[in-house]
């Protein structure tokens, strides 16, 4: 059994935010089609990023590209915009590893005309297990709010990622799991981390290393 688990600060680097945004295609109303696809899935964000369970009806199912111009860029592996995205090929990774209760859901990308496809089609990450990973008073984190049990890890966590340590115990259960008073970050283990490593996309994930004992 490996001695570490793995940081994943894919959701708070600015790199993979990719702006796509839900909606509907060919609606009479685009924005009040917009209007209402975001604020129905602003709940369901905020459950997927304390590691709940979200409903499949609940997921942006269709998503197009908001900004001027089309995107023209390869898709990455993993992206964020309020969930965390993957491609296939990264998606079969995943599948491969014990997701307790997460779940992915098929997602089709179009340009901003809401009809032209961006390929190849990626998948909705509902991130849906908890595990109680870092004391955040040990660590000294900054609350996100004040009064609030919800704290931010440091900006430089390239520097910083050997500075924690993590319980023994969060080896056991499943492989990807957030901690539901860490914001904007999620956990892997070492055998769903390497599997990425041995694929070559492992960059894109904006991995670190976090020792257990």
């Not at 295609?25 to 209007?35: G, I, K, S, T, V």
């Not at 129905?40 to 942006?60: I, L, S």
């Amino acid at each position: 059994m490996s001695d570490r688990i793995w940081f994943c600060d894919l959701p708070r680097d600015t790199y993979a935010l990719i702006g796509f945004v839900p909606g509907r295609a060919a609606d009479p109303d685009m924005e009040d089609a917009q209007r209402e696809a975001l604020k129905r899935y602003k709940a369901a964000f905020r459950c997927d990023m304390a590691g709940e369970v979200v409903a499949p009806e609940d997921v942006p199912h269709m998503m197009y590209y908001g900004q001027p111009g089309e995107y023209t860029d390869p898709l990455p592996p993993a992206f964020f915009n309020g969930f965390v995205f993957l491609r296939d090929d990264a998606a079969d990774i995943f599948r491969a590893h014990d997701l307790g209760d997460a779940a992915l859901f098929p997602v089709d990308l179009f340009q901003n005309d809401r009809t032209t496809p961006v390929l190849p089609k990626v998948h909705a990450l509902n991130r849906a297990n908890r595990k109680a990973t870092l004391n955040a008073a040990d660590y000294g984190l900054r609350r996100m709010v004040p009064g609030q049990e919800l704290f931010n890890l440091p900006r430089d966590m390239p520097k910083r990622h050997k500075d924690f340590t993590a319980p023994r115990a969060i080896l056991d259960g499943p492989d990807l799991w957030v901690d539901p008073t860490i914001v904007q970050t999620m956990f892997l283990s070492d055998r769903l981390a390497q599997a990425l490593i041995s694929a070559e996309i492992d960059k894109e994930f904006s991995l670190y290393p976090c020792a257990v004992a």
